[in-house]
């Protein structure tokens, strides 16, 4: 007899504890999508190390490779380098570009 009412008073907790693992498990892991995008730079923030395409603010990470698309020998350049109008392709994870290709004669095909 001891034993079911043992029972009882533990069978509350067991299920708050399946319902916790429950919702855990249903929930997704938040994970930053990489993506690549095609547009046109509407504004350069040099200090911020930021610019803006097609009116979306992204930042440099410290590490972005930034070429020009344009030579043949995708030369490496700088954020001073970039200018309002140049049409670029890069890869970011969440608002944070990886790489940027500068296209100088107009939108990659």
């Given at each position: 007899?001891?034993?079911?009412q ?8 067991v299920?708050v ?7 855990l ?5 938040h ?10 730079i509407?504004a ?8 803006e ?6 930042t440099?990470?410290p ?12 030369q ?8 309002v ?17 500068i296209?100088?004669n107009g939108?990659?095909?």
């Amino acid at each position: 007899m001891r034993f079911i009412q043992r029972f009882d008073t533990c069978r509350g907790s067991v299920w708050v504890c399946l319902l916790v693992v429950a919702l855990l498990v249903a929930t997704p892991l938040h994970a930053e999508e990489v993506f690549s995008v095609v547009g046109q730079i509407t504004a350069v923030d040099v200090v911020g190390r930021a610019i803006e395409i097609d009116g979306a603010r992204y930042t440099l990470a410290p590490q972005a490779e930034i070429k020009n698309a344009s030579s043949e020998t995708q030369q490496a350049m700088n954020i001073t380098d970039l200018k309002v109008g140049q049409y670029v392709k890069f890869t970011a994870s969440g608002n944070i570009i990886q790489n940027l290709r500068i296209f100088n004669n107009g939108p990659p095909i």
